[in-house]
């Protein structure tokens, strides 16, 4: 079982990214958002992971509700419907 989808061809990336932004905090430079996308299809977790890594956040040390307020936002994003 997955938690990404594996198409992502529904994905409004414009407006994943500026909620990132708006709601979490994460404003990234276009590097950082392909790597993010590039990250979608190995799960949510790779993308959450993608992400901080972008914005210099050490994952590890990061604060669980930190981690789950990112990795939330992403799949408000990627799950259809």
């Known amino acids: ?16 990214f500026a909620a990132l932004c708006s ?5 990234l ?3 950082g958002q ?3 996308i590039a990250a979608l299809p190995k799960g949510l977790d790779a ?5 901080l890594a972008a914005d210099g956040v050490d994952e590890p040390n990061a ?3 930190l981690k789950k307020a990112v990795r939330d936002c992403l799949k408000a ?5």
């Open 1 to 16: 079982m997955t938690d990404a989808a594996p198409n992502f061809d529904h994905v409004d990336f414009d407006e994943m």
């Open 23 to 27: 709601e979490v905090g994460f404003c």
């Open 29 to 31: 430079h276009d590097k």
């Open 34 to 36: 392909k790597k993010v």
């Open 47 to 51: 993308a959450m992971k993608a992400v």
């Open 63 to 65: 604060p669980g509700d």
């Open 77 to 81: 994003h990627v799950q259809p419907g």
